[in-house]
């Protein structure tokens, strides 16, 4: 067992086993760590499931409360994953087809980040207004 | 106005808020590169009432200061900015945000991931971790400044010096690619 970092909708670590491509954790992990859980049915997140239809993908054990693989749950979720495994840091992005879908429909994607001070803003603060958002850096 | 600055510590940003009223958020992660396919600082998204994208990503200056550098006028983005919020009326009429922004490709999207497991193993202190991912980072998306250039200072590259010429001269060899719209540029022919 080794602990990992999980950056994804928020950071939080994690007790894992990594085995070749895998990153296999406790089922009862996975709504801490991404926002979804392991039904019989899916991956479920309130009232929304996400069949699976290659559930060894995601569980490679088989059985229910076998270790799920977090590439395989963010694959199933269609979400971007990448893995450094000499630091044990997982990075997941974002839903690739939604993001395409809403930037094709000329939808504002949401988001949520913090100010100087810390405190959380989410897009949604200002609807309703005209806003013009405006990307710049330091470099 | 919404300021989103792509950085990583929020205090590296705070000198350039002094007297500033709009509200200025912190994106350590990069979640609007990601999110909003942007390449290139400063990008300006204009978000209408309704919360639909009026005028997609497009590089544009507040003031003339780089004006020298960039052959970009500030004054061009602005008016069309007071049009829209007095009428509605967009400067440019964009039907298909597909064209003008187009999609991350699978190894921008990768170089974004790469870059967020950098940028955090920065802030841990494991530097070698931090230069194999934001290096990796950079070999898959070498023509994207949220990428390329926002790792110099985490490389311990200077941001504003030859690192940034090198990067620039292939910038333009490749055609000075962008996700948006490009400025109307005063040097160009």
């Not at chain 1, 019989?40 to 076998?66: F, I, M, N, S, Y």
């Not at chain 2, 997609?56 to 970009?72: H, I, K, L, M, W």
């Not at chain 2, 790792?151 to 962008?178: H, I, N, S, V």
Request: glycine share 8%; hydrophobic share 45%; with cysteine.
């Amino acid at each position: 067992m080794t602990t990992i970092t999980v950056l994804a909708d928020h950071e939080s670590t994690a007790d894992a086993e990594v085995v070749g491509d895998r990153v296999l954790v406790a089922p009862g992990e996975l709504p801490r760590l991404l926002g979804w859980t392991l039904k019989a049915q899916g991956l479920c997140q309130d009232d929304v499931c996400v069949p699976l239809w290659d559930r060894a993908a995601v569980q490679p054990g088989g059985d229910a409360g076998e270790r799920v693989d977090l590439l395989g749950v963010a694959a199933a979720l269609g979400r971007p994953a990448a893995f450094d495994d000499r630091s044990g840091t997982l990075a997941v992005g974002a839903p690739v087809e939604l993001r395409r879908q809403a930037l094709a429909g000329h939808t504002a994607p949401a988001f949520e980040l913090p100010d100087l001070d810390g405190v959380l803003h989410p897009l949604e603060a200002w609807r309703d207004r005209k806003r013009l958002l405006f990307a710049f850096a330091s470099w | 106005v919404i300021a989103v600055a792509i950085d990583d510590d929020p205090e590296v940003v705070r000198p350039f808020t002094d007297g500033i009223t709009m509200p200025v958020l912190v994106d350590r992660e990069h979640l609007l590169t990601e999110l909003y396919a942007m390449s290139n600082v400063p990008t300006v998204v204009w978000i209408d009432e309704r919360g639909r994208i009026a005028r997609p990503n497009s590089e544009a200056f507040g003031t003339d200061t780089f004006r020298e550098f960039t052959g970009v006028e500030a004054s061009r983005h602005l008016d069309a900015v007071r049009a829209w919020v007095r009428t509605g009326v967009v400067d440019v009429e964009v039907d298909d945000s597909d064209d003008v922004v187009g999609d991350l490709s699978d190894d921008e999207v990768r170089a974004r991931l790469l870059f967020r497991i950098g940028a955090h193993l920065h802030r841990a202190g494991d530097a070698e971790g931090a230069e194999r991912n934001l290096a990796a980072a950079v070999d898959l998306a070498p023509m994207d400044f949220t990428i390329r250039r926002a790792a110099m200072p985490l490389r311990g590259l200077d941001p504003f010096g030859e690192p940034l010429f090198d990067m620039l001269a292939e910038w333009e060899e490749a055609g000075r690619p962008y996700h948006g719209l490009a400025a109307e540029r005063t040097d160009d022919p």
